[in-house]
């Protein structure tokens, strides 16, 4: 049965997403001001935004584990705990080092109460309203996609670098009142701890992350081997383990189902080809056409107010056409936002790149209800927690492995395209060679940074096309007409409602 109280759940489950996604994009805006006032170079910006991805993606099977275990609320609740506390700590770094320690805490943080959000969901609301439902907290999945550098840039024009963490605060205190007062406790069948299972999945997946995030950076060097290696062997045993374990923390026989496996993979290459933009847009509207913080926020509206339109248009469609017809339709808009983004040039400015985020906005609007109930309702409810973890975790591991890649691809881009006769601490970042410029006063150098700096976004966007373009072949050659039905329960595997 639906929960009488369903849709305040939402809304409080909802208020807790929005901290996790605002927190992990009120950075982008940021990264100038670390860059200036903390000294931080551009390895040392790459690990402040992977140190969270990092611990959240080798964390979250697990996290979603124990949340079916042990409590999916107390899960959440101890997860923006986490992050707030360690989000406070973060105002007071003054060493890239220790940021990026704050943030690999509160990617614990938010890895513990992620799977919560989607799997209470699940849980409070009936097959005929979760798509509804989904959609709703999809869309709120986007809006930190703008209310976080819109935030960010509000707080950046009036306080100090540190106001971007201090804010995570207030917000956390307010979604653990609403997760008090409204959200029920609910949990998946009593069963036994696997901890071979979750020490094989931490490991695992926190050096398969790590690997990734520094092989364009160091190459193949002998850590990186060791990494991968220890990767393949651990997450090799994990499923090896998770096989033939009685009491297994993650179902292996939900990847059978053709569609959570192919719609897994179209979206691994779909959030690959987008990591990247927040990455190199927030850099081309400040340093390439000037904007301020606010400015640079507000620019990406376009992109919001198209997701918000869409998602409900997406969501609305799904009764009439199939996910397989709406993932196709969505992944190709978004190929052609990215083609539109590589084509920008020097004298274009700001109203091509509406054109693109308006574009991205609307293929991703599509797209998103049918995927999150394709691979949703490939998972049963009584494991609603760890299911919700391996959508999360297959979403970041395309992220961490787009900003690894397709960041290095931007930052050797813009060094192959500077001339050869820039002093090479201009070579480092279009930041440094700006800096260089003004105290050298040479306008020449400066222009060609920038000119440099969008022919590399240009061309990690031309990638970005091709990936986008793959996923949407993929997914039309993979999925079925129509989608897979959810599992069914077993009668009292899943347990009722427990009043908070």
């Known amino acids: 049965m639906s929960h009488p109280r369903r849709w305040w759940i939402l809304g409080v489950l909802c208020t807790a997403l929005l901290v996790l996604t605002v927190d992990n994009m009120i950075l982008t805006l940021a990264i ?33 584990s124990l949340s079916d275990r042990f409590g999916r609320r107390r899960m959440l609740i101890l997860g923006l705990v986490v992050l707030g506390a360690a989000s406070l700590l973060a105002t007071f770094a003054s060493e890239p080092w220790q940021l990026i320690a704050c943030r690999a805490v509160m990617g614990l943080g938010g890895a513990l109460a992620m799977p919560s959000t989607m799997s209470i969901v699940i849980v409070v609301f009936e097959e005929s309203e979760r798509r509804k439902a989904m959609s709703v907290w999809g869309m709120v999945s986007i809006v930190g996609l703008v209310a976080g550098p819109t935030l960010g840039g509000l707080l950046l024009q009036q306080f100090w670098w540190g106001a971007v963490f201090l804010v995570n605060v207030p917000l956390v205190v307010a979604a653990l009142i609403g997760v008090f ?4 406790e609910s949990r998946g069948p009593a069963r036994r701890a696997d901890p071979a299972g979750v020490l094989l999945s ?4 926190a050096a398969l992350v790590w690997a990734i995030i520094s092989l364009p950076h ?11 290696g220890g990767a393949v062997i651990m997450l090799g045993g994990f499923a090896w383990w998770e096989a033939r374990t009685e009491h297994p923390m993650l179902p292996l026989g939900t990847f059978r189902n053709r569609d959570f496996t192919v719609a897994a993979l179209s979206v691994v290459l779909l959030v690959f080809s987008t990591a990247a933009m927040q990455l190199a847009l927030t850099q081309f509207l400040q340093l390439v056409l000037g904007y301020g913080a606010m400015t640079a926020a507000l620019a990406f509206v376009p ?9 409900v248009v997406g969501a609305t469609l799904g009764k009439r056409l199939s996910n397989k017809t709406l993932i196709v339709a969505g992944m190709l808009v978004v190929a052609a936002a ?9 004298g274009d400015g700001y109203p091509l790149l509406a054109v693109s985020l308006t574009l991205m906005g609307v293929g991703t609007g599509i797209a998103s209800p049918s995927i999150y109930a394709t691979l949703m309702g490939a998972i049963p409810r009584e494991h609603a927690g760890v299911g919700s973890a391996v959508n999360d975790t297959i979403q970041q591991g395309g992220t961490a492995m787009g900003v690894a890649v397709l960041g290095s691809v931007l930052s050797l881009g813009y060094t192959s395209a500077l001339p050869e006769s820039a002093p090479e601490a201009a070579r480092v970042s279009l930041t440094d060679a700006l800096a ?8 020449g150098l400066a222009q060609a940074a920038r000119e440099a700096f969008l022919s590399s976004m240009s061309l990690v966007s031309l990638v970005a096309t091709v990936l986008s373009v793959a996923g949407t072949v ?27």
């Not at 001001?33 to 979250?60: C, H, N």
């Not at 007062?181 to 029920?184: C, E, H, K, N, S």
């Not at 190459?219 to 060791?226: D, E, L, Q």
């Not at 992109?303 to 998602?311: D, E, G, S, T």
């Open 202 to 205: 931490v490991v695992g997946m």
């Open 218 to 228: 160091e190459g193949w060097s002998a850590p990186v081997i060791v990494a991968l």
């Open 436 to 443: 260089v410029a003004a105290a050298t006063g040479s306008d």
């Open 181 to 184: 007062v409204v959200v029920p």
């Open 338 to 346: 990215q083609a539109v983004l590589a084509s920008i040039g020097p």
């Open 303 to 311: 992109m919001a107010i198209a997701v918000l339109v869409f998602n």
């Open 32 to 64: 100038p001001s670390f860059m200036r006032e903390l000294g931080a170079g551009p390895a040392d910006v790459q690990w402040i935004l992977d140190a969270y991805i990092l611990v959240f993606a080798g964390m979250l099977i697990t996290a979603g």
């Open 474 to 500: 993929f997914a039309l050659v993979g999925l079925r007409r129509p989608a897979a039905p959810a599992a069914p329960v077993e009668q009292g595997k899943e347990e009722d409602y427990a009043t908070p």
